[in-house]
């Protein structure tokens, strides 16, 4: 059996840990984030939920965070939804406490690298992984490796103007909540119903996420893209018209050649900050996959 690592997904309402040994998560925790609370006190409650996972002897600890990372030195900046992370040695904090390698990247980065690692993902050299929830993430694969950038905010596509606001504001939870006034939920029940009404929202949804996609198309042009988050879930639903939407991409080559799919994976944010771990470095990803089971 290979050794177990821990992988930490940090948001700004609840922080989820899991240990995962043979590409698998064997035993996870989640509880809320104290997003009100000093800086320290929100470290202190992670140290204490890493210890209440029992003594075990963790390979290495890898995070994802909603927000900017100085990978090298671990320093996390600004996190969304906690107001005291202005500026946090995270890195430093946990290495101290616990003597084992911490990593630390930006969360849609982790979603990308899981996907990678441990989904279908594995057979393609480049692919995005967007995540798509109260907001709108992407994560970039490059040559078989995780292109994170300056300060892990490489692919932050949701900021790009669009419209009369950005794309985040079209293709994540905001554009049902901003635009429509309805919850995610409702609108995907009705929609199940047949809800004329509800399928043509989701028509619209897909319109703007294709038109996304035709940006993420001319600047990365990768063979793959993978749908992650809670929007992902109605798929279904904005398919058809995500897939019109792309149709009059110029470079049909590279469009016939595109896979666009929902993530299969369960714990992909656990799964992804271990990914960190497992590679001996963040630029040699092939390495990585000889040693999944």
């Excluded at 989820?16 to 040994?21: F, K, T």
């Excluded at 409650?45 to 100085?70: C, M, R, T, W, Y």
């Excluded at 950005?166 to 939870?173: A, L, R, W």
């Excluded at 119903?193 to 993420?216: M, R, S, V």
Aim: glycine share 10%.
């Amino acid at each position: 059996m290979t050794k177990k690592i821990l992988g930490v997904d940090i948001g700004g309402t609840k922080i989820q840990l899991g240990i995962v040994q043979d590409a698998k998560v064997i035993k996870a925790i989640k509880f809320p984030t104290l997003s009100n609370s000093s800086k320290e006190d929100i470290v202190q409650n992670l140290i204490q939920g890493i210890e209440s996972l029992g003594d075990h002897k963790f390979e290495g600890i890898g995070i994802g965070v909603p927000g900017l990372v100085a990978e090298n030195k671990g320093i996390v900046y600004d996190l969304l939804n906690i107001s005291s992370w202005k500026k946090v040695h995270l890195k430093k904090h946990l290495e101290d406490h616990f003597n084992i390698p911490v990593r630390i990247t930006n969360d849609a980065n982790v979603f990308a690298l899981g996907e990678k690692i441990f989904g279908t993902g594995k057979e393609y050299k480049n692919l995005v992984g967007i995540t798509m929830g109260t907001g709108f993430g992407t994560g970039i694969i490059a040559d078989h490796k995780l292109y994170s950038g300056s300060y892990s905010s490489a692919g932050e596509l949701g900021s790009l103007s669009y419209l009369d606001k950005t794309i985040e504001d079209y293709c994540s939870g905001k554009f049902f909540r901003n635009e429509h006034h309805l919850k995610g939920t409702d609108l995907y029940n009705r929609a199940g119903q047949g809800d004329e009404k509800a399928l043509k929202i989701f028509d619209e949804f897909g319109d703007h996420l294709g038109n996304a996609i035709k940006t993420i198309l001319f600047i990365l042009s990768p063979e793959a893209i993978f749908l992650g988050g809670s929007v992902s879930k109605s798929f279904k639903f904005f398919e058809p018209q995500l897939r019109r939407s792309i149709s009059d991409f110029p470079f049909k080559k590279v469009l016939d050649q595109l896979v666009i799919q929902t993530s299969e994976l369960e714990n992909t944010s656990i799964l992804g900050a271990a990914a960190l771990i497992i590679s001996n470095s963040l630029e040699s990803t092939n390495s990585i996959i000889s040693t999944l089971p």
